[in-house]
């Protein structure tokens, strides 16, 4: 395989006036020969759908694991982290907007293949490897070809996410994934139509699906953005919502906006206003919610929703304390969800 090169995509059918359409997302775009769809980088070549970012990461990163953010998921350990190019959303403030609102052929794209990122992983002693920066969605076989290969050295694999994935693609999509951060970016569709160009139902739907009826750990960011989505009526039904069909133990954080891409007008979100949302979010009975983008070490930690004992102390990504004991709480014995390994386990070579 020459990486770098076109990789058939998995999910398409034939379309009227030899069109194919992508059934890979909810925008089912009907792509035209030689054209790409609206993600930029899924594109109609000699009637197949091709995967053009296969192998075409856009540089590569080795993160705190709470940088995703992800709490309840291997805290205080290290995750290798790249995207590709494209997005399938057009967010409006899209803080990534240097390699998701570009084509393949102008980002600074790399080659490497599966085994290569799966090498990087294990040379930077990283026990996970996430896909983040740009949406995986998009470049779907790409990412579960490096799972597959990831699982095998005992490596696991993160989406961060918008969730915007058809129910034909994402059982397969997600097969062999440990843990997502979905992006539930508000909580109206005329937030999701006019800001992002999308719909608001089809996310629900997957983090409904992630949560009842896979294995994957999933945590929801919610990005805070003054004027658009900071009413407290639609924090109110956001976490309602959670709790109602996701259960009170899902981690949700809330996360401050800056002004970037085409909202550069809006100012940058207030620290009170993402611990008023908090609160919303803790009185109607989630037990874990955070804040993020601003420093706030109380906000930012984890207590034990029963005794009140300080169980994981953050200050910003850094964790400077980590209490829980084979996943309880050592004061009470509370059961805390999440995957937790007090060891640092590291992942076994690569066979190759």
């Not at 899209?94 to 293949?113: G, L, P, R």
């Not at 915007?164 to 005329?190: G, M, P």
């Not at 996701?246 to 085409?262: C, I, M, Q, R, S």
Request: contains cysteine.
């Amino acid at each position: 395989m020459n990486y770098g090169s076109e990789h058939a995509g998995r999910w398409q059918r034939p379309a009227n006036n030899n069109r194919v359409e992508c059934t890979l997302c909810p925008r089912y775009c009907k792509i035209p020969e030689g054209k790409a769809g609206f993600c930029s980088i899924r594109k109609n070549i000699d009637g197949t759908i091709e995967n053009i970012a296969y192998g075409r990461p856009t540089g590569f990163a080795v993160d705190p694991i709470e940088k995703k953010p992800l709490f309840h998921f291997l805290p205080g350990t290290g995750v290798l982290s790249f995207g590709t190019a494209g997005c399938n959303l057009g967010c409006k403030f899209c803080q990534n907007w240097h390699i998701s609102k570009v084509k393949i052929d102008e980002a600074n794209s790399i080659e490497a293949s599966p085994e290569q990122v799966v090498k990087i992983a294990i040379d930077n002693n990283c026990p996970t490897i996430a896909f983040t920066y740009n949406d995986p969605t998009i470049w779907a076989e790409y990412a579960m070809d490096i799972s597959i290969l990831a699982k095998e050295v005992g490596i696991k694999s993160v989406w961060v996410t918008a969730g915007y994935i058809t129910k034909e693609a994402r059982i397969d999509a997600y097969e062999n994934v440990d843990a997502a951060n979905v992006d539930l970016k508000a909580f109206s569709q005329e937030f999701y139509g006019k800001i992002t160009l999308s719909k608001l139902e089809p996310v629900l739907d997957t983090i409904k699906w992630l949560k009842n009826e896979t294995d994957v750990w999933i945590e929801i960011t919610n990005l805070i953005i003054p004027t658009l989505n900071d009413g407290d009526d639609e924090f109110k039904k956001m976490v309602d919502w959670i709790t109602e069909n996701l259960g009170e133990e899902v981690p949700l954080h809330f996360t401050a906006f800056h002004p970037d891409f085409k909202l550069k007008e809006l100012p940058r979100t207030e620290a009170s206003t993402l611990n008023r949302a908090r609160k919303i979010a803790l009185e109607a009975g989630l037990k874990y919610c955070y804040v993020g983008n601003v420093h706030d070490i109380g906000s930012s930690s984890t207590m034990c929703p029963n005794c009140e004992s300080l169980l994981i102390e953050r200050d910003w990504h850094s964790v400077l304390q980590n209490n829980i004991r084979n996943g309880k709480c050592p004061s009470c014995g509370t059961q805390i969800p999440g995957i937790f390994n007090s060891d640092k386990v590291y992942p076994n070579s690569l066979d190759t």
